[in-house]
C-alpha cells in the first residue's frame, strides 16, 4: 500500500539545546582550553552561553577568548559595575536554566560542598536557582584523596550532578582518574541532563551494528551495517533515564557514553549475549543486521587457491538463531522492538515480519535509502497502522523512537 495512504509524518525535536541559556563556570586548571570548543558546540546546539572565570581560570585562557566565543559578556569580578544593580552574582542565574563548571578544580569544589562564596563564581554557585553541574579535573592524587571523595559524596547529596572525571594521560604527565571529560562527552552529558525521562529506571537491551560469520581464519560474511542507527538509539535510551544494555557487532563506533557495551562477532554470539540478559530487560531493542546463515563448514585454515584460476570453495549454510523471535517467546518476554531494513515493498514485507516475529512494534526502513548515512527515515507498524517518522539525522529519529516506544511501553 502507498505510504500516501498513512497519516503525516511527525515532527521531530527542535535542535538539542535550543532556548537553553547556561551559566558557563572555568576554574583554574590546564583543561580550560578544552572550553573554548565545548562553548562553540554549545552555542552550535541551540545554547546561549553566559561564561564566568575565577581569577585563577584567567591565567590559562583569557575572557577575551571567551567573550569571542560566547558573543557575551565575560564576567571575572564580583564587583563589576556592567550590571546596573551590581549584583552579577544574583542576576546571572536568574532565567538559566543550567549552571556548569567546568573545569571544576578540586578546590572549587570544596567550595561548593562547604556553601563557601568569597568570589563571584562561588557566590552565584550559592545564589543560584536553577541546576548545578561540576566537570571535575585534576591531578589523579588529588581526585583519589579522602577529602576530595568526601567533598564529591556531599554534592552529589545537595543534588549537584558530577560529570565524570575520566581516566587517561594528565598534563602532569601521570596517568589515572581525574582527566577532564572530552567536550563531546561533557555536551552529550549536558544534553542529557535536559532531556525528558520517560524511560526512567527502566532497563533497554539493544543489538546494533553486522554480525560476520567465519569462512576461514581471515575471512568472513558479513553486510554493510554501519550501527550508527543502534549506537544512536542506545544514546537516546540512555538520554531518557534507562539503564542500557548495547550488544554489538564489530564497528567503527565509539561506545556511547554510559551504555554497557557487550562486543560479540557472530549472530549466535549475540544470541547467546543477548538471552543472558533478556529476562532483566523492561524493553528489547532488536536493531542489529544479523546474519540469517553462517557457514557450518567453515575452514580452520585460510583456504588457498588451486592455482588454476578455479577450485572456489564450497561453503555449506546452516540457519542462525533468531534472536528477536527468542526474546518474543520468552514467558516473560520484555516489551520487544524489532526493525525491519527492505529493499521493496516496505510496508508489506515490514508488517508481515511484524507478524511473523509476534512483536507490538516494528520499525521499517528502505536499506538502499539510509545505509552507511547519517540521516535516515522510518515508519513505525504496530496493531494501530503505519506511522511514518519525519526524516532526519539518525541521531534525532532515534531519540523521537524512543518517546514513540516509551509511549507505548507505558499503557
Known amino acids: 500500500m502507498s505510504p500516501a495512504f498513512f497519516p503525516t509524518p511527525s515532527t521531530l525535536p527542535t535542535p538539542d539545546l535550543a532556548g537553553k541559556r547556561v551559566v558557563l563556570g572555568l576554574t583554574g586548571g590546564v583543561a580550560c582550553y578544552k572550553i573554548a570548543e565545548l562553548t562553540r558546540r ?38 563589576d559595575a556592567r550590571m546596573d544593580n551590581n549584583m552579577a552574582h544574583i542576576n546571572l542565574t536568574r532565567g538559566a ?7 571544576a578544580s578540586a578546590d572549587f569544589m570544596a567550595k561548593l560542598a562547604h556553601g563557601m562564596a568569597n568570589d563571584l563564581l562561588s557566590t552565584l554557585c550559592l545564589a543560584r536557582p536553577c541546576p548545578l553541574a561540576v566537570v571535575p579535573a585534576m591531578n589523579r592524587e588529588m581526585w583519589e584523596k ?8 556531599q554534592l552529589r547529596a545537595d543534588g549537584i550532578s558530577i560529570l565524570g572525571p575520566d581516566s587517561g594521560d594528565q598534563a602532569c604527565g601521570e596517568t589515572g582518574d581525574g582527566r577532564m571529560l572530552e567536550p563531546a562527552d561533557i555536551l552529550a552529558e549536558v544534553i542529557s541532563l535536559f532531556s525528558p525521562k520517560p524511560l526512567a529506571g527502566k532497563t533497554v537491551l539493544l543489538t546494533a551494528g553486522p554480525t560476520s560469520e567465519p569462512v576461514d581464519p581471515v575471512r568472513v560474511l558479513t ?8 549506537y544512536a538509539l542506545a544514546q537516546a535510551a540512555k538520554e531518557a533515564g534507562a539503564h542500557v544494555t548495547l550488544v554489538t557487532g564489530t564497528t567503527g563506533l565509539p561506545p556511547p557514553r554510559g551504555v554497557t557495551t557487550v562486543q560479540v562477532v557472530t549472530a549466535r554470539q549475540m544470541h547467546a549475549a543477548v538471552m543472558q540478559q533478556a529476562a532483566q530487560a523492561d524493553i528489547f531493542i532488536g536493531v542489529a543486521a544479523v546474519a540469517d546463515w553462517h557457514v557450518s563448514n567453515a575452514s580452520d585454515q585460510k ?11 564450497a561453503m555449506t549454510f546452516a540457519p542462525n ?5 527468542d526474546v518474543a517467546a520468552l514467558a516473560h518476554a520484555p516489551y520487544c522492538v524489532g526493525f525491519a531494513a527492505e529493499t521493496e515493498d516496505l510496508y508489506v514485507q515490514a508488517e508481515g515480519k511484524r507478524r511473523r ?23 513505525l507498524f504496530d ?11 539518525k541521531l534525532a529519529v532515534a531519540r523521537q523512537l524512543i518517546l514513540e516506544i516509551a509511549k507505548r511501553f507505558s499503557r
Open 42 to 79: 554549545m552555542i552550535e546546539r541551540g545554547a546561549t552561553v553566559d561564561v564566568v572565570m575565577t581569577d585563577a581560570a584567567t591565567q590559562f585562557i583569557t575572557p577575551v577568548t571567551m567573550q569571542a566565543l560566547s558573543g557575551r559578556p565575560v564576567f571575572v569580578d564580583a564587583w
Open 97 to 103: 536554566d543550567l549552571v556548569l563548571i567546568a573545569p
Open 146 to 153: 579522602p577529602p576530595t571523595q568526601r567533598n564529591v559524596a
Open 223 to 230: 553486510n554493510r551495517s554501519s550501527g550508527k542507527t543502534g
Open 303 to 313: 583456504l588457498k587457491k588451486d592455482g588454476k584460476g578455479g577450485g572456489a570453495p
Open 321 to 325: 538463531p533468531d534472536i528477536l523471535a
Open 357 to 379: 516475529k509476534g512483536v507490538p512494534l516494528l520499525v521499517g526502513n528502505l536499506a538502499q535509502d539510509v545505509m552507511e548515512s547519517d540521516r535516515t527515515e522510518v515508519v
Open 383 to 393: 496493531d494501530s497502522g503505519a506511522h511514518p517518522i519525519a526524516p532526519g539525522p
